[in-house]
Structure formats: structure tokens, C-alpha cells
């Protein structure tokens, strides 16, 4: 960490605090030859494997130490990773991979068995994996998991040889080889698991496949990776090493941006923006994630089995007013459930009155209110429910001011995040806030939490025949102008039933240091190492 | 003095057995479990994490387990930091909270005796008035404001030292986190020696040595001092335990890695095991630290004998 | 002295001395400018506190769509501007007044009804009795407060009376232990002596003679104990356990202001300085009567 200076002071300070500062930092600019980067994670990693981790914090480490078969370039675009090419059939079901030679840190080959391996794990009920749903696309995975059939063998993965891979899925699945990228579908040493059970991820121990490999883990304080001199692409890796700081204090973190100890720092506090595009604007970055933060309604209960209600709060809520006043981070104002430039779906299905004057909306909404019984001599009362954060907690206070206009008398219950998901599962709430980031880019991830099939992810309880009808038929349809038909269609009836109120899309709000090259923003969110530099 | 010693700390182990028992069932009432998360496990996955962690037995079996796992030396594994043991964790964070706050203690008795016999020393005069009201200052702005205060100026804006990291305990990490967690102490302890001292002056034995012609120095540093200082000393034990234990606050927004935020973070995570063995240790050294305090009483007060 | 008065100095001397030691501490209390001087803020602020709703022309959660984050504007009667939400500062500060002295002053009296019946009750009865309630006592001290306070909140949900609950329910154990060594040091006095062998039940003696000797240095603790309860709610706040919006305290306008310090430095300014101040008058006035009621003292 060399002597870095802010861009905040004028020139000739800028030298001798510099001078200062260098003298009193000297010690630890001994290791500077090696080029490192500093980032400030969101959160500290539950573990290091692969299958039993569900956050973008964790992506983050374990992406840049694992390859997959596909994985993502610096924009977030599907490329070859550990699969140098493949064919599909013709029906779409069945994938057959190439890989590329190449192995893992300590020399041993990778090859398709580690795959098997990996995915068979997984699935395996025994293992536990939260996020094990996300390969239900292959076949027989959910029943395997889900224990209803018995024997890995079933599962839809075998390794025709050492570098070939084919894989059969349960549907002509348009998504599969981008969710390839994703963390549920990479490699582990095989050899490694089976020599050393669960500690085959202590840093020491761990080998990866990918750019980098965790060598310390501190608790709370770094996990450092360092580079994999056995990657197949080393020689176009720039960064040498890269410390991951769990920085959940996001103000701290900043400040340590400012002060030059971080290059790179993921999910700034909103409430600094203003203060960061005047100050830092060249580091600031700001682009559309693809993500949507909603209100679930409890469709079970009443006031909320009557579509005249939950209509009426959607319609009442001045989401440029959020966006803009409240916000200020450039989030855009959702009408539909699923944000535009999802996949290849284009504009989605938004609900009928987007264009509808504010005041206009207002009126109408008074109107449904009072066909449902709670005009101004029964005004309703209603809990909104959010999980303890300064922006849930803003947007909660602005939609209550907005729903006061209506006559609603909205009360605002904070719980921490165990409690407030609890209470989410076990149906236990009237409105309550909720988000969901894309895990692959495809509306259908937006869509099924509207399923009923969905299980206790459907928090709204929402269950409509012809919708389910409709999404079972797309999950059917193979790639296609009919499929996206379908799903249009789909989620034109949730948006009239409104069983969850969109408010806006989400955006990544990273600061990244003007002394990195090779960032580039994209909705994933995803900037691996691998393809960042820095010149100091 | 040694069968004192074995005698209380014989005495100490009903006293942890109470504590843990009250601490692993009031875990327990808590709504929510360590695995509620915005993506909501699929029912059959979740029987399958609980199995693995024996969350799913009775509740007293699950008790039993533990504490029989906790006398010979496991503390479990953690539910939310899969790949670190309780044990593990507890012996990274612990030291680190150990220098972080004895730093702070030894910086707090040092000022906060010194303020506060200045004070006693000028009592009711503008010095008095003046070094009390600075040394209140430590309590008056709450710590998560003076933290990020002072990352802000001598981080940020001088850039003197490092705004927040741990950097392996070295010394420059040290700096700004020692005197933030030392201010709320230097303010008590100034106002503790203050008024004991106050008194102690007032005292016979102290107008005794004045008569005898000792010089102002000797009476206040050999003689008034000894006296003045056995509240303080009271009021270290339990204040070093939770300097020692750490504050999440300060941990949190200096990064350093102790086992302060454990308790906090623990229990809002309901990461039961760690919590547990959290408590367990903050136990032990209050104990300890209890026992500390009362052989340096017996020291420094001529009245008091163990045996 | 008249016969009727040694009567009276025969049953119940300690009322008699407990008055003119009053009178007395009182006295010197006032003499003390600091204490004084901290009286009168203190009464200032509370009046603030208890008439903010007409010093303000804006309720405390009304949101102001185009004034949100503004600096101190005095044309719209915002004295100490808005706050990330729109909300006026001013009367959301006096609000805050009103829920931290409320919670500082509440949980202190929880802590002094059970610590001095504990203390006293424990110091008084002596033998087994005492040993078991001060071996409760130490036992629940060597519980992580701070843990055992955030677990009561989770548990029993944030209502603000349990805030009050859940922070006397761990402060009463000093209290408990400074009762009982006030009253094992009164125990032997012989007017105690005189009113037992007057037949006076225990209870009595507890309540009538014990306890109000005992207060002065409760008195004292109570004072020193509001500031840092208060602290504690800010605490709560800032990890997000404090009271429900809209509903505020000092703590959470406090902790929401330190994240804004250099782009709105208001937000943090008028809170702090109103803790500040009010954390500081206590401890002058427990302070001030320590001194006044400390018969050594000059």
C-alpha cells in the first residue's frame, strides 16, 4: 500500500503530505513490485465452497479461484472458460463440452470427472447445498435431490472421456450455458476432496482451476488470493495478488477509498452519493443491475385477497419520486417485474397505467379503495414490514407518506434480517419489503418466484392457474420468439393481480479507483480479477 | 492465599454453568434460525442442513451435547463461518481484542488517574472544572460517531495513519483504535479517582501525614493514592473484561478482527455456537479478572485478608 | 426539645435526620454553579421536549419532497434543516428528547425499584438470603450485557416499552450491589437497634428507616446511571434495534447523521449537541450531589 494520494487536495500539499505520509508508510511499501489490489467486499464469505454459499460477496472470491465451463469476460458476456467449445443437439436437451487442457494449481489435469464429481455433490442430498436448485435443469437433478430418487448415476452428467462432458437436461433450456458461469456449476479437485474430506478448502490446501488461489483466510479481517502460475491464461493476468476486505461498515470503507487503501469498493452507502459525484466523480460507477426491489403482499389475507387493494397501494406509489428525490443513485422506476434488457426478452410486460399522471393515479387508486370497502369511514391499517438497512428504512418511510394520501394508516416494523425472512417464510407478514438479483440473465429466474410451485420463495402466497399454465409451457418451449410470447404473457397477469409491487430496479454502486484499468460496468456486476490491472 | 485462589475459582464453576445454561436457551427463544436468508431454502434441504448440525433433536439433547462437547474442549462449529471451527475463531479474534483493549485499559488508567487526581487535587476550582468536563467528553460523543471522527481526520484528510485495517496488529492499526475505545474509560475513571480521592484527602491518615511534615508529593502519590485507587480497581475488573471482549463498534468500523462483534453479530445471525462460545469467555475473564481485582485490593488495602 | 418532639426523636429519628441532611445537601447543591447551572439546561431541554409539538410548524414525520437533506433554512422553518427523508429536524430532535429521556429516565427507575428492594432486602436479612441473592447477582454479571440487552429486543420484539424493561433489567445489578453495602453499613446503627426492639416489623425497618438512608448515594448512582442508559439506546439505535420509525431518539438521529458528517453536517451537529449537553448536565448535577451530600466534604 503505497503512499496514494485522494484526489481531494491541491497540488503542492498533495506533495509534502505525501512526502509525510511516505515516510510514515515506508515500512509497507517493501512488497510494492508485485502489482496488488485491494478490494472492499460486501460482506465476510461463509465458506470457500462453492456449494454451500449463496452471495454476491462470495462470488466474488470463489469466481476469481474457480473456472467453470463458461465464465465471464470483463462486460459480463459468456465465454469459453474450462470448456473450450460444444455442441447441442438437435432437440436442445443434450450438451456435449470440449474442455481445454489445462489443470489445476498443484498440476493434476482437470478433467470431465471433476465435473461429474462437482455436480454430483451438489445434488446430493446429504450435502445440503442452499443453492443446489439452480441445476434442476439437468435431469433427474431435483428428484435426486429432493431424495424422491435414489442413485448419483441418474443424474443427467457423464464424462465420455477425460476432456469430453455431456450433459442432459430435463427441457431445451435457452439459459443453460450462461448459467454455466454461475457458482453452483464449478469444477472442484476431486482428488483433493477425497484425500481430505470438508478441509479441502483451508487456504494451504486449496488448489483451484482458476486466474487466482485464496492462500490466508483471517476471520473479519482479509482473505488474500494469490496467482495460479498453472492458469491457462497466467500470462495475460496482470494482478498478481488481491486482498478481499469484508467492509459491511459501508461508510468506513469509503473512507479507507479515500485515504488510497482501497482500490476497489463494491455496494457504496446510497446516502453518500451526492457527496461522491461531486467529489469523486471519475471513480464513481453506477450501472443497471439486474435486479428488482419489490413489496410482497400477502396474498393469503385479507385486506390483501382483494386485487382492488393491492392494485391501489401499486398505483400510489410515486416511484420516480423514490428513485429520484429519496434514493438519488439512479435506480430506475419499475413498472414491470421484470427489468428491461432482461436476456433477450426486450421491453417487458408493465402494468396499464405507467403512463398514468401521478395525480390521476391517485384519484384512481381512492376509487379502488372505496369498491373495496376501505374508503375514508374504514381506512385501512397495515404493517409494512422491512429488514433492518438505511435504504429499506427510507423508501418504507416514503411509501407510508404516499399511501397516507390514500387514507392508509401504514405502521413500520424493522427487524433485523433472521427475523424479517423468517417471518417472510412463514407467511407472517402483511407487506414486506424484498429483493431478488438475477442468477442468470433470463426472465424466467424473475418469473418463477410468481410460480406455485415455488414453494416458500413465492412469499406473496400467489397462486393463479393460467400463470403457472403459461410459465410451464415456456420452460417447455425451447429458445424462441414463442417462448418469450409466453412469458409476456405470464407476467402480464401478475401485473394486473399484483400480488408483488415492483418499486424500482436495481443498480450496481461500486468506487473504483482511477489507478484500475479493465473495469468495466455491466449488469452483473461481475468484474473478475483475472482482467484487471492497476497502475499506481 | 493459594487455597483462597482454588477456593474461588471451585466456586466460579457453578456460576459459568448458570451462565451458559441461560445464555444457550434464551439463543434458543430468539424467532428466526441461522439459516433464514433472502433466498429461501427448499423444505427438503433445510431438513437436511438442521440434521447436519443435530438442530433438528430436542432441545435438551442438543444442550447436553453441547455442554459435554464444551468440557472437552470443542466448542462446536460455527453456522455461519462453515469452514472455521468456534474454537478457531475464537483463538484468531481473541488476541486481537486482547491488545486492542488492554492498550486501551493501560492508556485509560493512565490518563484517567492522572485527570483525576489533578482534579481532586484542585477540586471545585477552574482546573477541576476544566479537566473533568474534557475528560467527559469521552462519554458525551457516543463511540460510532468519535471513531469514524477520528478515521475521518487523521485517515482521511492528514492522512497519518491508516483509516481502518488490521495489517497483523501492527502498530500504526493500532493507534486510532486504542484511543477511541479508550475515551468513554479515561472519562469514568477520572470521575472514580476524582471523587475517591477527594475523599481519601479528607481522610485521617492522610491529615496525619500532613502533620507529620511530609512533603505535599509523598502524602498525595504514597499515601492518598494507595487508598483513592480501590474503586478504580473495583471498577477495572468488569471494565477490562469489556474492553478485552471488545466493542463491535469499534472492531466494525476499524476492521479489526476480535471477537467483540461475535457477540453481536452472533446473536443477530443466531450463529449459536459462536455466541456461546462468546459468552464463555467473557465469563471466564470476568472470573478471572474479578479474582484479579480482589488479591490487588488485599494488596493495596491493609484491612482486607484472604485466606 | 419538648416532650411531644423526643417522643417523636424516640420512634422515628432517622425522618428527623433525613430532613435536615436534605436540607442540608440541598444547600450546598445550589452553591455548586456547575450542578446548578446543569439543572436549568436540563429543565430547559425537557421543557423543549415536552412542548416541541407547538414550537414547530411541521410534524414530526411529514415528508417534504423538495426539501429532502437541506441545510438549516429558516424561510421554511426548518431551524435545523431536514434529514435524509424530508422529515423537519427540529421537531424530530425535540421528539428524540422526548424518547430518550423517557427511556434514560423509565429504565433507570426500573433498575432503582428492583436493585434497591434487592439490595436492601439482601444487605438487611443477611446470612443464606443474602448470600444466594448477591451470588445471583454476580452470576448475572458475568453475563455479556450488551448480548443479553440485544437478545431481549430480539426475543420480545422493539416496542419501546421493553426498551425500558429490557435496559433496567441488566442495570440494577450495581445498583442491587451499592444498596446492600449501604445498608450492611447502616445495619449497626442504633437507631435500627431502637426500632427493632420497639417491635417494629422487618419490613417496616426496610422501608421506613433503611431505604431512606441508603438514598443518598442511590441518588447519586441514578443520576450517573441516566446518561449512560441513554448512551445504551443510542447504541441499540445505531445497530438498528432502537424504537420503530417513526419514532425517533437521540441515538438514531444521531447515527444516521454520523454517516452524512461531511455532506450534512446538521444532521448530526443538533442531535450531538443536545446529547452532549444533556450527558454532561447529569453528570455535573450526580457530580454536585455526591459532593453535597458527602458530610465529609467542605
Known amino acids: 500500500m503505497g503512499a496514494y494520494m485522494s484526489a481531494e487536495r491541491p497540488r503542492s500539499t498533495r506533495i509534502a503530505l505525501g512526502l509525510a505520509a511516505g515516510i510514515c508508510l515506508a515500512p509497507m511499501g517493501a512488497s510494492a513490485l508485485a502489482a496488488e489490489l485491494h478490494i472492499a467486499n460486501s460482506g465476510e464469505p461463509d465458506t470457500l465452497d462453492p456449494h454451500h454459499v449463496s452471495g454476491t460477496w462470495e462470488n466474488r472470491v470463489i469466481g476469481d479461484m474457480f473456472l467453470g465451463l463458461t465464465t465471464e469476460a470483463a462486460d459480463g458476456s459468456v465465454i469459453p472458460g474450462a470448456a473450450e467449445s460444444w455442441t447441442v443437439s438437435d432437440d436442445g436437451t443434450v450438451y456435449t463440452f470440449a474442455l481445454r487442457d489445462h489443470t489445476w494449481s498443484d498440476g493434476t489435469p482437470v478433467t470431465a470427472e471433476d465435473f461429474v464429481f462437482a455436480w454430483r455433490r451438489i445434488l446430493e442430498p446429504a450435502t445440503a447445498a442452499e443453492y443446489a436448485s439452480l441445476l434442476y435443469t439437468i435431469r433427474n437433478a431435483r428428484a435426486l435431490n429432493e431424495g424422491s430418487m435414489e442413485g448419483m448415476e441418474a443424474l443427467g452428467v457423464r464424462a465420455v472421456d477425460d476432456n469430453t462432458l455431456e450433459v442432459t437436461l430435463e427441457n431445451p433450456t435457452p439459459f443453460f450455458i450462461e448459467q454455466l458461469t454461475h457458482y453452483t456449476a464449478f469444477p472442484i479437485p476431486r482428488h483433493k476432496v477425497e484425500e481430505l474430506g470438508e478441509e479441502w478448502i483451508r487456504p494451504g490446501d486449496l488448489v483451484s482451476n482458476g486466474a487466482y488461489t485464496v492462500v490466508e483466510w483471517v476471520p473479519n479481517s482479509h482473505i488474500r488470493s494469490v496467482r495460479n502460475e498453472r492458469f491457462y491464461d497466467a500470462a495475460k493476468v496482470a494482478i498478481d495478488a488481491v486482498s478481499y476486505y469484508p467492509a459491511e461498515d459501508r461508510n468506513a470503507a469509503t473512507r479507507r477509498f479515500r485515504a488510497g487503501e482501497i482500490d476497489i469498493q463494491y455496494d457504496f452507502a446510497s446516502e453518500q452519493i451526492d457527496w461522491l459525484r461531486e467529489n469523486l466523480p471519475e471513480e464513481t460507477r453506477i450501472s443497471p443491475y439486474l435486479g428488482i426491489y419489490y413489496y410482497a403482499l400477502n396474498t393469503r389475507k385479507p385486506p390483501f385477497d382483494s386485487k382492488a387493494v393491492r392494485q391501489a397501494l401499486a398505483m400510489a406509489i410515486d416511484r420516480e419520486g423514490i428513485a429520484d428525490k429519496v434514493l438519488r443513485t439512479g435506480e430506475l422506476p419499475a413498472y414491470s417485474f421484470v427489468p428491461p434488457g432482461t436476456g433477450d426478452y426486450g421491453e417487458p410486460s408493465y402494468v396499464d397505467w405507467k403512463d398514468m399522471p401521478y395525480p390521476e393515479r391517485i384519484a384512481r387508486a381512492k376509487e379502488l379503495l372505496a369498491e373495496a370497502d376501505h374508503g375514508p369511514d374504514r381506512p385501512l391499517h397495515i404493517q409494512l414490514r422491512y429488514n433492518t438497512s438505511e435504504n429499506h428504512k427510507k423508501i418504507a418511510i416514503a411509501v407510508a407518506a404516499m399511501w397516507r394520501q390514500l387514507g392508509v394508516e401504514a405502521e413500520l416494523f424493522n427487524t433485523e434480517v433472521k427475523v424479517h425472512y423468517n417471518d417472510l417464510q412463514q407467511g407472517d407478514f402483511q407487506v414486506a419489503r424484498a429483493g431478488w438479483i438475477a442468477d442468470y440473465n433470463d426472465p424466467q429466474n424473475f418469473l418463477y418466484l410468481m410460480e406455485t410451485s415455488t414453494g416458500v420463495q413465492n412469499y406473496a402466497g400467489y397462486s393463479n392457474r393460467e400463470y403457472d399454465r403459461l410459465m410451464d409451457e415456456a420452460d417447455r418451449a425451447g429458445e424462441g420468439a414463442h417462448r418469450r410470447e409466453l412469458m409476456h404473457e405470464a407476467e402480464a397477469i401478475a401485473m394486473e393481480d399484483m400480488p408483488n409491487i415492483p418499486i424500482t430496479y436495481y443498480v450496481s454502486k461500486n468506487l473504483v479507483s482511477q489507478a484500475v484499468q479493465g473495469w468495466i460496468d455491466n449488469t452483473k456486476d461481475i468484474h473478475r480479477t483475472r482482467f484487471l490491472s492497476v497502475q499506481r | ?307 | 426539645m419538648s416532650f411531644a418532639s423526643r417522643g417523636e426523636a424516640l420512634a422515628g429519628p432517622a425522618e428527623i435526620r433525613g430532613r435536615s441532611l436534605w436540607q442540608d445537601a440541598r444547600r450546598r447543591l445550589l452553591a455548586n454553579r456547575a450542578a446548578l447551572a446543569s439543572m436549568i439546561l436540563l429543565a430547559i431541554v425537557a421543557l423543549l421536549a415536552l412542548l416541541a409539538p407547538l414550537l414547530s410548524p411541521h410534524p414530526y414525520d411529514a415528508v417534504y419532497w423538495d426539501r429532502i437533506q437541506a441545510p438549516p433554512d429558516l424561510a421554511n422553518a426548518h431551524w435545523f434543516g431536514t434529514d435524509g427523508n424530508g422529515r423537519d429536524l427540529f421537531v424530530r430532535t425535540l421528539y428524540g428528547a422526548r424518547v430518550s429521556l423517557a427511556v434514560g429516565i423509565l429504565a433507570t427507575a426500573v433498575s432503582l425499584v428492583i436493585g434497591v428492594t434487592w439490595g436492601a432486602i439482601a444487605g438487611f436479612v443477611g446470612g443464606r438470603t443474602d448470600d444466594l441473592m448477591m451470588r445471583f447477582v454476580d452470576v448475572m454479571y458475568s453475563l455479556p450485557f450488551m448480548f443479553f440487552v440485544i437478545l431481549l429486543m430480539v426475543v420480545f420484539g422493539r416496542h419501546i416499552f421493553l426498551i425500558f424493561v429490557a435496559i433496567g433489567a441488566v442495570e440494577w445489578l450495581t445498583m442491587a450491589r451499592i444498596v446492600r453495602g449501604q445498608t450492611l453499613s447502616i445495619k449497626g446503627k442504633e437507631f435500627i437497634e431502637a426500632a427493632r426492639a420497639a417491635g417494629v416489623p422487618t419490613r417496616k425497618i426496610i422501608t421506613r428507616h433503611v431505604i431512606p438512608n441508603v438514598m443518598g448515594p442511590v441518588v447519586v448512582y441514578m443520576t450517573l446511571t441516566i446518561p449512560q442508559v441513554i448512551l445504551i439506546e443510542s447504541f441499540l439505535s445505531f445497530l438498528g434495534l432502537g424504537v420503530q420509525e417513526p419514532l425517533t431518539s437521540w441515538g438514531a438521529l444521531i447515527a444516521e447523521g454520523a454517516d452524512q458528517m461531511e455532506s450534512a453536517p446538521w444532521m448530526l451537529v443538533f442531535p450531538a449537541t443536545f446529547l452532549a449537553l444533556t450527558l454532561f448536565c447529569f453528570n455535573f448535577i450526580g457530580d454536585g450531589l455526591r459532593d453535597a451530600l458527602d458530610p465529609r466534604d467542605r
Do not use: C
Open chain 2, 1 to 307: 492465599m493459594s487455597a483462597y485462589i482454588a477456593r474461588r475459582l471451585l466456586a466460579s464453576i457453578p456460576t459459568l454453568l448458570v451462565i451458559v445454561t441461560v445464555a444457550f436457551f434464551m439463543m434458543r427463544i430468539a424467532p428466526g434460525g441461522p439459516f433464514d436468508q433472502e433466498r429461501a431454502l427448499p423444505p427438503e434441504i433445510e431438513k437436511n442442513v438442521l440434521a447436519e448440525y443435530n438442530l433438528d433433536a430436542p432441545l435438551v439433547v442438543q444442550y447436553w451435547d453441547y455442554l459435554s462437547g464444551v468440557l472437552l474442549g470443542d466448542f462446536g462449529p460455527s453456522f455461519k463461518y462453515r469452514d472455521f471451527t468456534v474454537g478457531q475463531l475464537l483463538a484468531t479474534g481473541f488476541p486481537a481484542s486482547l491488545k486492542v483493549g488492554g492498550l486501551a485499559i493501560l492508556l485509560a488508567v493512565g490518563v484517567g488517574i492522572g485527570l483525576g487526581t489533578i482534579a481532586a487535587l484542585r477540586q471545585n476550582r477552574a482546573v477541576d472544572h476544566v479537566v473533568m468536563a474534557t475528560a467527559m467528553t469521552g462519554i458525551a460523543i457516543p463511540n460510532f460517531v468519535m471513531a469514524p471522527l477520528l478515521t475521518l481526520i487523521f485517515g482521511v484528510y492528514l492522512s497519518w495513519l491508516p483509516v481502518a485495517g488490521w495489517g497483523g496488529g501492527a502498530p500504526r492499526n493500532l493507534v486510532l483504535p486504542v484511543i477511541a475505545l479508550a475515551l468513554p474509560q479515561i472519562a469514568y475513571i477520572a470521575r472514580l479517582t476524582r471523587g475517591s480521592m477527594i475523599e481519601t484527602l479528607h481522610a485521617n491518615f492522610v491529615r496525619t501525614a500532613r502533620a507529620k511534615g511530609l512533603r505535599e508529593r509523598i502524602v498525595v502519590l504514597r499515601h492518598a493514592l494507595k487508598g483513592a485507587l480501590l474503586p478504580v480497581v473495583s471498577y477495572l475488573g468488569p471494565a477490562t473484561a469489556q474492553l478485552v471482549t471488545g466493542s463491535v463498534v469499534i472492531e466494525t468500523i476499524f476492521g479489526i478482527p476480535g471477537i467483540g462483534r461475535y457477540f453481536v453479530q452472533g446473536a443477530l445471525n443466531r450463529d449459536y455456537t459462536l455466541v456461546m462460545g462468546a459468552v464463555i469467555t467473557y465469563a471466564v475473564l470476568i472470573i478471572l479478572l474479578n479474582l484479579v481485582v480482589d488479591l490487588v485490593y488485599g494488596l493495596l488495602d491493609p484491612k482486607v485478608k484472604h485466606r
